[in-house]
């Protein structure tokens, strides 16, 4: 996601930041600092998983600060750096330079966002038939909206699903000012019913048997949580937060 220079509020982070949390055995998220997206505060996370090769899975690198690096190093080398859509690439950039071995894995129209800076994906996610990951993550294409495509992942071994914004969370009492918590409210993507925010979920219209797919798939995997890149996050019940999260799509069972 990209910064933006005017503030329009504040988020109150989940302390520690930029540190490895762990989720279940070989995955764990980092909690990072806020990202303004348009003048808004959003908190930003990422996820590393450890492949049985020993190589690092980065689902939306998140700043690549020195006490972080001396973490991820102590888990193995970094092999995929994966942009999750075209808004999630911000610090892949900096980690590809960190880690020039890693491959930086582009999301539909994401490389046409990266263009004036000063480097390129390696590979295309919508290429890749059978990803060198697909042992223990699938991925599942997420289309039909007219502004924003996504990938998702589910670590099998762990049962974890991973989104970068088709659910989005935000916790009332970490918003300021009162009224940004208004906008959330409006936007339905504020805790405890968090979702896709109203923008983007008008941006499926006409288009639900698609979405509709893809959220049955997603069941039908049965995971047991969910990491999100923005909000408080679904540790259990990963199921019936699907349903409740996506009950606004027409065919979702």
């Not at 950039?93 to 999301?107: F, I, L, M, R, V």
């Not at 490389?111 to 590979?123: G, I, K, R, T």
């Not at 906008?183 to 288009?207: E, H, I, Q, V």
Request: contains cysteine.
């Amino acid at each position: 996601m990209k910064k933006t220079c005017t503030h329009f509020g504040r988020y109150d982070l989940y302390h520690p930041i930029n540190q490895l949390k762990p989720v279940a055995h070989n995955i764990w998220l980092v909690d990072s600092e806020t990202i303004n997206f348009k003048g808004v505060p959003f908190p930003t996370r990422m996820t590393v998983i450890r492949l049985q090769t020993g190589g690092l899975f980065v689902h939306s690198p998140t700043d690549l600060t020195a006490s972080l690096r001396s973490e991820i190093d102590k888990l193995g080398p970094v092999e995929h750096l994966v942009s999750p859509n075209r808004i999630h690439y911000c610090w892949i950039g900096q980690w590809g330079e960190a880690y020039p071995n890693a491959k930086k894995w582009a999301s539909p129209d994401v490389q046409s966002a990266v263009e004036p800076l000063a480097w390129q994906f390696d590979c295309e996610l919508s290429t890749a038939s059978c990803p060198p990951w697909d042992d223990e993550i699938s991925q599942l294409h997420v289309c039909g909206s007219r502004f924003l495509e996504e990938y998702v992942f589910f670590h099998k071994s762990s049962r974890t699903l991973i989104f970068a914004d088709l659910i989005e969370n935000f916790e009332r009492n970490r918003i300021h000012p009162w009224w940004l918590k208004y906008l959330f409210m409006c936007a339905g993507n504020a805790d405890p019913d968090g979702k896709l925010p109203l923008d983007l979920r008008l941006s499926y219209f006409g288009r639900h048997d698609q979405l509709s797919k893809a959220v049955n798939t997603m069941i039908a995997w049965q995971p047991e949580r969910i990491i999100i890149a923005h909000g408080r996050w679904y540790r259990e019940n990963a199921v019936d937060e699907l349903r409740r999260a996506f009950r606004w799509v027409k065919g979702v069972t």
